[in-house]
């Protein structure tokens, strides 16, 4: 069974950074693309950013992007999403997604895994 867990989240005020993370147990996250999502209240589940399983390539939404960025550190098995400039629409609970399909934008599957979440607010 995979265990996906965010970390990272909080209150910030508009234009300032923070550095979300997904750590994985259960599943060597250096196997797998990784995708970054967000939900804000009374909206659907939008796309963030992505990563391939080695690290050479990322995609980024138009709506981030300049601002976010996705790394990865796999020897540490960590995925990273760091948010500068943050905005007051940004936020959100931003889920970490395992095991996606990578191509022209990243696919969450049946087979892939999501973590719980974790609350990014931006105050103006």
């Known amino acids: 069974q995979v265990l996906v867990v965010e970390s990272g989240g909080g209150l910030v005020q508009a234009g300032g950074s923070l550095r979300l993370s997904c750590a994985a147990s259960?599943?060597?996250?250096?196997?797998?693309?990784v995708g970054w999502f967000r939900q804000a209240p009374g909206k659907e589940r939008e796309f963030v950013a992505a990563i391939s399983w080695d690290g050479t390539s990322t995609i980024i939404a138009d709506s981030v992007k300049g601002r976010f960025t996705i790394s990865r550190d796999n020897a540490k098995n960590m995925v990273y999403l760091q948010m500068n400039n943050l905005k007051p629409g940004d936020t959100a609970v931003y889920y970490c997604n395992v095991g996606g399909r990578y191509s022209d934008t990243y696919y969450a599957t049946s087979l892939s895994a999501w973590g719980q979440g974790t609350q990014v607010t931006v105050s103006s």
């Open positions: 259960g599943r060597t996250l250096s196997n797998y693309n």
